[in-house]
């Protein structure tokens, strides 16, 4: 199967002697963690068959971000920690994009402006929610930073999953009337238009950003839906993407070494297609969804913020007495045991008395088995 580490290894050094003087530090990171990861760059250890004496090398990963075949085990453990907070109530799903004119300068200012966006997300749906007349209250909300379109361009967007009712003042659960209703959009997206524009001068001052982005006349995307099926799926579908890029290798077709073909999805009709791309274009596409250091793709706010965690246990601890079904629910799905990992055999004699027999450092020569 064609790896992706494969084409960065292929390709990396073509990449940089092209965009080296212009590409952020972070990408360099990326591009030399990514060709060495599982590779004797890593570093690794020897193991050893007790039965056989046969001797392989294991070389160690890069925990990059950029790097699609590592965090698998963080983001299992990642799901499986938040469907343990979920609550036995009904949940919706929100995603809030931005109009063409500022994609490219939230490109440019990353760090600063889509922290900004995902806040400004979050507040509009607290600022609603409190309304009376829809949730009276807190709901918990979980934010997740998205920035591909289906073909890899830059298309930055935030997912929010948000519980069908809020905690008030008094402590006492106020939920939305009406099943397939949360809050009105059209007034949320002028709310996320509002607060994003004020938190934008605050956190860059001398951004220059395109006012007719924040023209009256022009409109905010806020999408929501219920999750008929449960959240637990919207959290699978978020969870394959919070700690990686959004592309894995069995998405890649073929490679050579004038021409890189993956799957992807035609996002107006959604029917699947083969995407072939220059590897320096396809290599560019990844890089560009590496976030910068200490940028965080996952937030939590109101309820589920870490300070308000012990509350919400709470909540979820009461509601689960009135909704004894929905609790069951939501606990089966959160107490489904985590897959063990696979028992290492020898592959002389198949036996499980492997051993680590010594370690050698990244970039050292390996000794001889």
């Known amino acids: 199967m064609p790896e992706i580490a494969e084409i960065f290894r292929r390709h990396g050094a073509e990449y940089l002697e092209r965009f080296g003087e212009t590409m952020p530090a972070w ?18 250890h020897l193991l050893g068959c007790g039965e056989c004496g046969h001797r392989e090398y294991v070389y160690h990963s890069c925990r990059s971000r950029a790097c699609p075949s590592c965090h698998g085990e963080q983001g299992a453990e990642w799901l499986r920690a938040r469907a343990a907070e979920l609550l036995p109530v009904r949940y919706f799903h929100l995603v809030f994009t931005v109009p063409a004119a500022l994609r490219e300068p939230l490109r440019r200012s990353q760090a600063a402006l889509c922290g900004a966006l995902m806040r400004a ?9 409190a309304d009376p007349r829809y949730l009276g209250g807190t709901p918990a909300i979980l934010a997740v930073f998205h920035s591909w ?13 948000v519980p069908a009712g809020g905690l008030d003042d008094r402590r006492l659960w106020h939920e939305a009337p009406n099943p397939a209703f949360l809050v009105p959009v059209h007034a949320l997206a002028k709310l996320f238009r509002a607060r994003f524009a004020a938190l934008a001068r605050v956190a860059l001052p001398a951004a220059a950003l395109p006012g007719s982005a924040f023209d009256p006349t022009q409109r905010w995307v806020v999408y929501a839906k219920p999750c008929f099926a449960g959240p637990e799926k919207l959290l699978q579908y978020l969870g394959r993407y919070v700690h990686r890029l959004p592309l894995s290798d069995a998405s890649i077709v073929r490679h050579g070494p004038d021409q890189v073909a993956f799957r992807c999805r035609d996002a107006t009709t959604g029917v699947p297609r083969t995407l072939q791309l220059v590897p320096v274009e396809f290599l560019r ?3 560009q969804h590496v976030p910068p250091p200490g940028f965080h793709r996952i937030r939590y706010y109101g309820l589920w913020a870490p300070a308000c965690r012990p509350l919400l246990r709470r909540v979820q601890l009461l509601l689960s007495a ?3 079904s929905a609790a069951v629910a ?3 799905s959160a107490s489904r045991p985590a897959p063990l990992p696979p028992t290492r055999l020898c592959p002389h004699c198949g036996s499980p008395r492997l051993a680590v027999i010594l370690f050698f450092r990244p970039g050292a020569r390996a000794p001889p088995p």
């Open 322 to 324: 009135v909704r004894p």
């Open 27 to 44: 990408h360099r990171r990326a591009i030399a963690a990514v060709s060495g990861c599982r590779t004797p760059a890593m570093g690794g």
């Open 121 to 129: 997300a979050a507040e509009a749906i607290l600022a609603l929610a």
């Open 285 to 287: 596409r990844c890089l």
């Open 149 to 161: 379109g289906r073909t890899l361009t830059w298309h930055p967007h935030v997912h929010c999953l």
């Open 330 to 332: 939501v606990a089966d």
